[in-house]
């Protein structure tokens, strides 16, 4: 297709402003669909998406449409990951195309990922459309978000498309507003190839599957294509694109977005942002831009039953074939036998690699207090990497400790302001901004991930009964005055258990986990001393008292089959619970221990 029939785009929203739901509607009007096909939210493929309303990896289709012009035009939809974590995918997915959709709820106005999604948007320089969704809803305002789309963000949405993607209002004026408004792609058709790798994943029957936008240049089958930064040639074995069903094509040219596979073995080997070209005439420079996605929060995963711990092995390799984002190495734990030490985008995406090992791979797991990466300076002029508190060099020999910091946006509705700023001064925060969209205050905050990274999501929604929007991103690396803080059970360390703090905040937090530890611990038959402490020194005690009776004593002499039930009970209690020294600690104490309320 010549380039000026071609136009590339992407809807950026805050999460169920219904992004998902409007891209159904443009399938069921320019997709290569039938109606029986046609089942809701056709892009969000995989299950726990689904469930979640969120999607993770981007994905793509060509639409084809014809325009009130009577022209036929190809319009490819990338689908962007919604969330922080993925902002680098984000990122990558935006400058495969010239413009975006902006959607917002025209009954709840700009949001925290809106901001976020959007100001990426114009970093790429895209040409933005504001659609406003849900006008169906008597709720809608949607003038009052028109005014604010402009206070807030600076677009002009006076020709503002307003829909309902639910019923159908309004889909054909986006689609003549992405053909009228949003600029075609440039590109050449004769020069070498220059492709951005979008995307990849695995497929068990084509494996590697990659997603590029062709800059200049072709791709055709046969073709030998090198990875410009990692360095590898491919022969392409298949070129072809997705309406969302695949069809593969003679070529993907300059100006369109498609996929091939090269028999590549895994995912690893195709870096999102990489530049594809042709091996025997590449282009001269590599498209700009190419960071790897780093790994910033780190936790271990153990197999309740050590028994599944090959299990895991298996499953965690197999996630790792479609995710080149998660890292993962081998730990051994005192406390919780083998397991491994996982790397994360960010908490969303370490709940979902979790969620799929429980789920997909039936492995009951215990998951460890996440950490982010500490910058641990020696006195010997050395700098360690530290993600695993229990690494924690001997203090004597540490010089100083530095711990990322982000900049972080809250959107919330003037009654829960005050609690949202208690949140945020209790987790250290710096508040650097605070201004009024309406209604909603906007506060930016400097905070340190470290406080951030175990439950301030959760209370944030809790303390705002949902209504508070949250996005981040990270800053820096700054000193701080940093501790290993060890919880002691039975005079024993458990190594699962310790955590780095302010050492300011560390007796309060110290406290408040022994006292949960308490709670959480069931009686034995001694006694037993639940301590938190720094280096030898003791910063909080409580005590679980001594168990009186056995739990079969109360039927002794009687009823054979209830105590044979209180036994069974207790055995399958027991299979979640973990041996450490003498003492029994049920796995959902490694995690309750650490959230603060
Ligand atoms: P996404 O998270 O942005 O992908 O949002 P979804 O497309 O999943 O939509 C979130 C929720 O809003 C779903 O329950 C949709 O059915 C609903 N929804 C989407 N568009 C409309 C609309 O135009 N009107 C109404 N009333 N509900 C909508
Ligand atoms: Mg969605």
């Not at 600076?154 to 600029?183: M, N, T, Y």
């Not at 022969?235 to 996929?259: C, H, M, W, Y």
Request: net charge negative; charged share 30%.
């Amino acid at each position: 297709t010549d380039l000026a029939h071609i136009r590339n785009f992407s809807i950026v929203a805050h999460i169920d402003h219904g992004k998902s739901t409007l891209a159904d509607r443009l399938i069921q009007l320019c997709g290569g669909l039938t109606q029986r096909e046609m089942k809701e939210q056709v892009l969000d493929s995989m299950d726990i998406e689904r469930e979640r309303g969120i999607t993770i990896k981007a994905q793509t289709v060509r639409l084809s449409y014809q325009a009130a012009d009577g022209e036929t035009y190809q319009l490819n939809l990338i689908d962007t990951p919604g969330h922080v974590d993925f902002a680098y995918e984000v990122n990558r997915s935006l400058a495969a195309c010239e413009g975006s959709l902006l959607v917002v709820d025209a009954s709840q106005g700009v949001e925290a990922q809106t901001l976020a999604n959007v100001y990426q948007a114009i970093e790429v320089n895209h040409e933005i459309v504001p659609v406003l969704n849900k006008i169906d809803l008597p709720a809608a305002e949607p003038e009052r978000v028109k005014e604010q789309i402009e206070d807030v963000i600076g677009l002009d949405a006076s020709d503002a498309v307003e829909i309902s993607a639910k019923s159908g209002l309004g889909i054909d004026k986006v689609l003549e507003a992405i053909v009228r408004r949003l600029p075609p792609p440039r590109g050449d058709r004769e020069a070498p190839l220059k492709a951005m790798l979008v995307d990849s994943w695995y497929d068990p029957y084509l494996g590697v599957v990659v997603l590029v936008r062709v800059v200049d240049g072709v791709m055709k089958k046969g073709q030998k294509i090198k990875m410009m930064q990692a360095g590898a040639s491919y022969t392409v074995d298949q070129v072809g694109i997705f309406r969302p069903k695949k069809e593969n094509v003679k070529e993907l040219s300059a100006g369109e977005i498609g996929f091939f596979t090269a028999s590549i073995k895994e995912v690893a080997d195709t870096a999102v942002g990489d530049t594809v070209t042709d091996e025997k005439r590449p282009c001269e420079k590599p498209l700009p831009g190419f960071k790897p996605a780093q790994p910033v929060v780190f936790c271990g995963l153990f197999p309740i039953d050590s028994s599944q711990f090959e299990d895991l092995r298996e499953a965690i390799g197999k996630l790792r074939l479609n995710d080149a984002s998660f890292h993962y190495e081998m730990e051994t734990s005192a406390a919780l036998g083998f397991g491994f030490r996982c790397g994360f985008l960010g908490l969303l995406h370490l709940e979902i690699v979790r969620e799929r090992i429980e789920r997909e791979f039936n492995i009951e797991l215990i998951t460890t207090a996440p950490s982010v990466i500490y910058h641990v300076y020696l006195t010997n002029g050395d700098m360690v990497e530290m993600h695993n508190p229990a690494d924690m060099p001997d203090p004597v020999k540490i010089d100083r400790i530095e711990e990322p910091w982000i900049r972080a946006t809250i959107l919330v509705p003037d009654e829960y302001l005050g609690a949202v700023l208690k949140l945020c001064e209790d987790r250290r925060g710096i508040q650097q901004d605070l201004t009024y969209a309406g209604a909603r205050a906007m506060v930016v905050y400097r905070l340190p991930l470290n406080e951030v990274v175990f439950d301030f999501y959760d209370r944030l929604k809790s303390i705002t009964r949902g209504y508070a929007s949250f996005d981040y991103q990270i800053e820096n690396y700054e000193a701080n005055d940093l501790v290993k803080m060890s919880i002691l059970v039975n005079e024993e360390p458990v190594d699962a258990l310790a955590t780095v703090v302010h050492r300011a905040r560390a007796e309060s937090r110290g406290r408040a986990m022994c006292e949960k530890l308490k709670d959480l611990i069931p009686r034995h038959l001694f006694k037993i001393p639940v301590q938190a402490a720094i280096g030898g020194r003791v910063i909080a005690r409580e005590t679980i008292a001594a168990m009186r009776k056995d739990v079969t004593a109360k039927c002794y002499g009687g009823d054979v089959s209830r105590k044979r039930k209180l036994l069974e009970k207790q055995k399958e209690g027991k299979k979640k619970m973990r041996q450490f020294g003498r003492v029994e600690i049920p796995q959902e104490a490694f995690i309750a221990a650490l959230k603060m309320d």
